[in-house]
């Protein structure tokens, strides 16, 4: 009941901000102004005319989340510098794109921690690119959105331990009619850096299917994503599994939307399996109501407590595993100009099985956070 009561304070606490940061928002022309300096302001260079570079802009994002953490294995609370990141991107001409961003550590002060991404983009059309160099594979649909898209401040658990790392790789994409593809070849170490390429490759390929007319909504897209290696030892670029399935949904119809995403992992360890299901609903342009509902389990305790924040409980053991997980989550979002910058509130009720009984644990998250990106 006591965290019931604080966990309440904090949710009217968070709505009073947000409601206080929108009252000055009434003016549709400063919230275009504010829009436009967030896509303007990073260029330093423009010239559609130019011969060779056409555009160079600096890219950043930050993401700060307080949050609170009280079950069956203790308490913990404080402040995460969740991401920084700085980078540029330029545009050149024969269609090329250049980006490449860093990751800073807020949390321990380090300017540079490692490369998050550096990458060279050939885009002669809508429906063809080819890419190379460190980017992130397309798995999972959950996990391939961009931080700031996300509509939870964290990713499901078996989504997230299953995920590729982003190493060096080639991959091409491609579009015709209501079919997507994506394929793709990637190194099989991860560093901080570029890696070594002496551990083997991993794999990825993705389809996608349109069906928003057979659904009859405004957006509905099926897609089925593989992630695999050459079962090289010593492999660091993704999880200790040696094929990962994802089928993901995403429907969008008026303020309504719901993502559906399955998750198997085989080979190696234990099989595992989730289940994820996150509604959402619009509130005008400015808030988001989120829910997600997640499953997972395997055969045997391989499912490992989320680093963010459940690994945190001070009798946890640090490397704690389960066989079994369930959770439930409800959020609140602000967009104060979109995606560009908005503020996020959500709670999380978690419950693991294991057998180990020092890694069964039952919580409750609240995580407060700013996402902003330009």
Known sequence: MERTAKALKRLVTYILIAATCAAPAQDPKEWAAMGAWFKD???????????????????GRYEGQDYHLSGTAGDTQGWDHRRIRYGFRAQFSHDLDLAAQANADGNEGEAYQSLWNAALTWKPS????????????????????ASYETLTLERSLLSNQARPQITPGA???????????????????????????????????????????????????LRLDYLGDDG??????????????????????????????????????????SFMLMPSYELGQKWQIVGRLQYAAAGTDVLRSTSRYERLAPALPSDAKGDRYQAVFLGLNYLIQGNHLKLMTGIEYAHMDSSQSVSRYDDWTWISGIKMYF
């Open 171 to 221: 991959g091409i994409d491609g579009q015709a009619g209501l079919w997507d593809w994506s394929v793709g070849v990637f190194s099989g170490d991860w560093d901080r850096d570029f890696g070594h390429f002496d551990t083997g490759a991993m794999y990825a390929a993705s389809l996608g299917l349109d069906v928003h007319g057979p659904t009859h909504t405004e957006k509905a897209h």
């Open 232 to 273: 090289h030892d010593g492999k660091t670029s993704k999880g200790p599994w040696d094929h990962n399935f994802a089928l993901s949904l995403d429907v969008r119809q008026g303020p309504w939307g719901i993502l559906a995403e399955t998750v198997c992992a085989s080979g190696g360890p234990e099989t595992a399996y």
């Open 41 to 59: 302001w990073p260029v330093l260079y423009e010239n559609d005319r130019a011969s060779f570079l056409k555009e160079f802009a600096l890219s």
């Open 126 to 145: 809508p429906a063809f690119s080819f890419r190379i160099g460190k980017f992130k594979p397309r798995w999972s649909y959950e996990y391939f959105l």
